[in-house]
């Protein structure tokens, strides 16, 4: 009998150079980390990706660049020096693939465009991330997280009916990760076949429009953008989260009127709702949204959150605690299942998530650690060539840190 072989992971083998900051890029390069890739990033000498300094909540260090980088090579240099530029070029010339996210034009200004650079090396896969995309009117204007959701009216449907929100997560940066992540895994399975790479582009804006489906098309379909209702569903009732006795709150969704009847009968113990006309149907209980939240609100304020959940379990109805964020770290779930490794950093070893791409019988993820800014520079320069004199020359005149 042939023995078992773990399957490696599916990128090992890739190299990655990244001129990245904040979260897009780099939460791109990183789900490249975790399935195998060697992610090279290239930060400023004076501070490195500006998301180092967001705060200091990770044991002081910044949370979101723990989130972003882990696993990657950090190389400091100074990008507007020939000799800095000449070097990156010089490890682009080795890559599989490059990925930037820097201000619009900036790139393009050093040669580190996704055209020219696969003009160069026609087997790169090179990606530009952007906010608005290379053309039109607004291909020039400064493109923040929250600002896009604004323009891609994400805002305008997040929130309550009297105040709009914005999503409490970079939902445009994630967005626009996820669209450069599976733009890279699509380009080198095209390379496979071709042998040729080639560019890939992607915008904040652009993703953020595509996760806007739904609104998008009831707004332009159906005449109107569906209604802020908090945590509420615009078009099916009840969906909603309400209090119950011990202060927690829970989220319960009915589907379809077979779902109600039994919600009335086995949960709210009222079994003449189920045909009472304001609310047999779904339409019903929409043009009647006001007195449906009302009785289920009555029958859950009287159970415990653990109650609540369990009856609706039992009676088959979707329902959900309304978790904090430290609910969350501590959720059964993910411990069940053993979703949670320990990430090396500088301040220590730190708990993180595994990536949700699982694939039984491969090697695990690889979780490396979060680098210092310029943790890899020597290493990589010897790797280049360069001497000791040539490096302390570098590291002078202040082009590497």
Request: with cysteine; net charge negative.
């Amino acid at each position: 009998m042939t023995p078992h072989r773990t399957q490696p992971l599916p990128l090992d083998g890739i190299t990655v150079v990244a001129v990245e900051q904040a979260v897009a890029a780099p939460f791109a390069t990183r789900q490249l980390a975790d399935l195998g890739a060697r992610v090279i990033k290239v930060e400023r000498p004076d501070g490195g990706d500006f998301a180092r300094g967001y705060d200091t909540a990770a044991a002081g260090l910044a949370s979101h660049f723990v989130w972003c980088n882990r696993g990657k090579e950090s190389i400091a240099i100074d990008l507007k020096d020939p000799r800095g530029l000449h070097i990156v070029r010089r490890l682009i010339a080795d890559a599989d693939v490059f990925v930037q996210n820097l201000a619009q034009g900036a790139a393009a200004r050093m040669g580190l465009d996704a055209a020219a650079l696969c003009a160069a090396h026609p087997a790169l896969v090179a990606v530009d991330i952007s906010g608005y995309g290379a053309g039109g009117p607004y291909a020039d204007k400064r493109a923040y997280d929250m600002l896009v959701q604004c323009e891609a009216g994400l805002v305008s449907v997040t929130g309550t009916p009297e105040q709009p929100a914005k999503a409490g997560i970079p939902a445009a940066d994630i967005a626009a990760a996820m669209y450069a992540f599976s733009g890279v895994l699509a380009a080198l399975l095209r390379r496979g076949a071709t042998g040729l790479g080639g560019p890939v582009e992607v915008s904040m804006l652009d993703s953020l429009a595509e996760w806007m489906g739904h609104p998008l098309h009831h707004g332009m379909h159906g005449g109107t953008a569906p209604a802020r209702t908090g945590v509420a569903h615009a078009v099916i009732a009840p969906y909603d989260a309400y209090p119950t006795a011990d202060g927690g709150q829970v989220l319960l969704s009915v589907q379809n009127d077979r779902e109600w009847r039994r919600l009335a009968e086995q949960v709210l113990k009222r079994p003449e709702l189920a045909t009472d006309p304001d609310l047999a149907t779904n339409r019903a209980r929409t043009a009647h949204r006001e007195r449906t939240d009302q009785v289920v609100a009555e029958a859950l304020a009287v159970l415990s959150t653990q109650e609540a959940v369990e009856r609706l379990d039992a009676a088959g109805i979707a329902c959900a605690r309304l978790n904090t964020v430290s609910e969350l770290a501590a959720h059964p779930q993910l411990a069940a299942r053993d979703r949670w490794r320990d990430v090396e950093t500088a301040a220590g070893p730190l708990r993180a998530l595994l990536p949700p791409i699982t694939m039984p019988g491969g090697e695990d993820p690889r979780m490396g650690s979060v680098p210092e800014l310029g943790e890899h520079t020597d290493a990589l320069l010897r790797a280049l060539g360069m001497t000791e004199g040539a490096t302390a020359v570098l590291r002078r005149d202040g082009v590497i840190a």
